[in-house]
């Protein structure tokens, strides 16, 4: 017997699965499960093409009642009786809750509502007189405060705009940077003093501050063979490099 | 009536929203204890009686509403519709009202679907509230009804709701389906 279900008409899975135990007259407790799988099956093969989305928590319960029958299939050995909880004990407990929540949920749709069935008494003031009006009272939560701010931002689109920075590197600096890094290893291969790291300007302001700081005495530049590694040794003791800076203002060369 | 009586059923007639015996305290500077008779009082003389409206105790306060009877006629007033909750809203709503605080995990179990959008509309029409954080593995939100919960479905507050018991015993079967403890109903 198929019979024709609109799965809209279903709040999920637990729901359809109410409606097939009550219209097989079964007992919640007492499932038949064999013969619920067969139906439910049949229902979630007529929905195939239905919202994945949705489809997929109906597919979950399809899993789970095919694992339970297939542990009701299961011979039940002797000594293990006591311990062997009935497959179906989750799923009855599931759906008893369930079916509380849903009649609780007929409740509600019952009881008088506001704005449907009861009326306060509602006054709209003028926008005049709503000036100076005092706010009080007002109860918020966590929820309202954080979607006022999310739709502060909405509103407050992100400024698309490409600001140019002009990027000042100073040689100075550079000298400095070299100048550190010496005074912790006294000598420094060439490669080490460019970091990977640096964009092309760096690299040239880099490179100036070495030329500088070779022209300045305070460095001295060797290398062993052609081609081989260029090191960089201090010249000068640690004490006399403080004044150093000094009369370089000149060399910004942004 | 007395001056204060006056002023008692005053406040009440033009309060937006239900007022509660602290906030009269408050407004009119007088003692709770003072207050108390007075509006006993008031509801007594607009009690559910003939006339169109009365003084109905919600969400801890008290507020003039019309009688339930009058319901058709009195929607005419309204322009917009009455608001209609879907049955996925009212489940998640009565899952919440029983069970809060409760997490969002929790409720999609109970109702063996995704409950993410419908929370989020309950949220957004202010009947959720976002109570805090839980104590375990990716602290999740927990949730629990508002005032305005208790505001819409005239409740006085959440005691007011037929406990589990009660509901079961409509339906003896449900009985066997009380393993979660529902019944320590936090008071808002």
Known sequence: ?254 | MDNLSQLVEAFIFASDTPLSLDRLSVLLEQPKAQLRPIVEQLQLQYGVGDRGFYLAEVAGGYQFRTVVELAPWLRKLRKDRAPRFSVAALETLAIIAYRQPATRAEIEYLRGVDSGGVMRTLLEKNLLRILGKKDAPGRPLIYGTSRQFLELFGLRDLTDLPTLKEFAALDPQLITADPLTPDSVEVL
């Open chain 1, 1 to 254: 017997m198929a019979i024709q279900i609109r799965l809209e008409n279903f709040s999920g899975p637990l729901d359809l699965l109410l409606h097939l135990i009550k219209s097989h007259e079964m007992d919640i407790c007492d499932i038949r499960i064999v013969e619920i799988t067969e139906q439910y099956l049949t229902i979630i093969e007529q929905m195939q093409q239905l919202d994945l989305d949705i489809a997929g928590e109906f597919l979950l319960m399809a899993a789970n009642l095919i694992h339970i029958k297939s542990r009701m299939l299961l011979p039940v050995s002797d000594d293990l009786v006591e311990e062997e909880e009935d497959p179906r004990a989750e799923l009855v407990k599931r759906l008893l809750e369930y079916q509380r929540y849903k009649d609780i949920a007929g409740l509600f749709q019952q009881l008088p509502q506001l704005e449907r069935d009861v009326f306060p008494g509602r006054f709209q003031l003028s926008d005049c007189c709503i000036e100076g009006q005092e706010e009080d009272e007002v109860i918020i939560g966590i929820y309202q405060l954080a979607d006022a701010f999310h739709r502060l931002l909405k509103d407050k689109p992100a400024e698309v705009f490409h600001e140019v920075i002009r990027e000042s590197l100073s040689v100075d600096d550079f000298i400095n940077q070299i100048i550190d890094k010496l005074l912790q290893k006294k000598r420094l291969s060439f490669r080490q003093v460019f970091s990977s790291e640096f964009h092309r300007g760096e690299l040239i302001v880099t490179f100036l501050a070495t030329l500088e700081l070779v022209r300045m005495q305070v460095v001295s530049i060797d290398q062993v063979n052609d081609f081989s590694e260029i090191w960089l040794t201090l010249m000068v003791p640690a004490e006399q490099l403080s004044g150093l800076s000094t009369e370089k203002g000149l060399l910004e060369y942004g």
